[in-house]
């Protein structure tokens, strides 16, 4: 048969026996017996919202939403976040520690989630945090469609702080009565790895 999406079936079962002496050997009641399931094909999306695509992060929050099309029931969401080393070692946070291979499901609370036992995020290191969601039927989110659903971000973490030079006033006991102008630099350290200097409007 041809099953419909979407739609609740009840299947019943009986069994018979060949016990002799009747017409038929001794038979279930089929009534007692049913099995209840609703055949559901959809496949549920979890969304990483709190990480911006192609941004540098100096703290870092994991939280999203998740979304199911009825009749379909969410089961789980699994939360996988890599660490790459800058000599290039990868290991996977498991919830209280990192290791080969790992993943951690966060705390659902309708339509959102939330993961709070966070890994040290470390200065110039590289991260890779996706979501999969997993609903009761068993439709599991693929990789596939990580990109388009925002599933899935690569960032690097930066807590160095910029380094500001003064190049008029020369610094130290400088003594002057013709100050001039106020001039000098900043330069963020780690580049390839850091935030950027993104303004030098609030020198005082």
Do not use: C, H
Not at 32 to 61: E, L, N, Q
Not at 114 to 142: C, E, H, K
Not at 172 to 182: A, D, E, H, L, R
């Amino acid at each position: 048969m041809t099953w419909t999406v979407n739609e609740t079936y009840q299947l019943y079962v009986r069994g018979e026996d060949s016990a002799a002496g009747a017409a038929t050997g001794n038979i279930e009641d089929a009534s007692a017996f049913k099995a209840t399931f609703i055949f559901d094909t959809a496949i549920p999306t979890a969304t990483i919202t709190s990480i911006v695509r192609g941004s540098t992060y100096s703290a870092v929050v994991v939280s999203g939403t998740v979304a199911e099309s009825a009749p379909g029931v969410l089961n789980y969401i699994e939360l996988t976040i890599k660490e790459r080393s800058p000599g290039g070692f990868d290991q996977e946070w498991d919830g209280t520690g990192w290791t080969g291979v790992a993943s951690t499901r966060p705390v659902v609370t309708g339509t959102n989630w939330n993961f709070a036992n966070l890994p040290p995020f470390l200065d110039r290191y590289l991260y890779t945090i996706f979501v999969s969601a997993r609903d009761r039927a068993g439709n599991t989110q693929t990789q596939a469609a990580y990109l388009q659903n925002a599933s899935s971000f690569t960032f690097y973490v930066d807590k160095t702080t910029p380094i500001v030079t003064f190049s008029n006033p020369p610094g130290g006991n400088y003594f002057t009565n013709t100050m001039g102008v106020v001039t000098g630099g900043v330069v963020d350290p780690n580049a390839g790895y850091n935030g950027g200097v993104t303004s030098t409007a609030n020198v005082r």
